[in-house]
């Protein structure tokens, strides 16, 4: 089972400062975007923030990547992604 207080306190921990505002984020989610590192295109499925600052979860053809804000191009075309389900 997963520890919901330890879980918080590092949410807490590594959340933005209070009192100043949150960066927004660079692209949406299930936006296609272009990944100069790996140099492939992809869909943003998920943020994150670390102290850097906002990271994302990016699916490309094949496999999801973790980058920073500044190795992506936002391409502005939202599609779903067809990514199949787990199965249990």
Do not use: H, R
């Not at 306190?9 to 590594?14: G, L, V």
């Amino acid at each position: 089972m997963t520890n919901l207080v330890q879980n918080l306190e590092q949410c807490w921990y590594i959340s933005p400062p209070w009192g100043q505002p949150i960066p927004p984020l660079l692209v949406s989610l299930l936006e296609q975007v272009y990944v100069k590192s790996a140099k492939a295109f992809g869909y943003c499925i998920g943020v994150e923030w670390s102290e850097q600052g906002w990271k994302y979860e990016v699916f490309t053809l094949y496999d999801n990547i973790t980058v920073s804000g500044n190795e992506l191009i936002g391409t502005g075309n939202l599609q779903p992604v067809t990514k199949e389900k787990p199965v249990f």
